[in-house]
């Protein structure tokens, strides 16, 4: 019964780490592609621009 209890934590653990791959790939592109994908645009251009303007305003 101790081999049980030894391999129940791995177990578990490869199940819901299979489950968690599924859901990433299952939420990749779709209907929401394009909206995740500006979210994305958006916070790389305000990053971009405070880097710039950080970089012109030394001393701000």
């Known amino acids: 019964m101790d081999y ?3 391999l129940l934590p791995p177990v578990v653990m490869a199940a819901l780490f299979i489950g968690v791959i599924r859901v990433i ?4 592109g779709g209907a929401n ?6 979210a994305v645009d958006a ?3 305000r990053a ?3 880097r710039q303007a950080a970089t012109a305003n ?3």
């Open 43 to 45: 916070a790389i251009a």
């Open 33 to 38: 592609k394009a909206k995740e994908d500006a």
């Open 48 to 50: 971009e621009g405070a």
């Open 25 to 28: 790939v299952k939420t990749q």
């Open 4 to 6: 049980v209890s030894a």
């Open 58 to 60: 030394p001393d701000a």
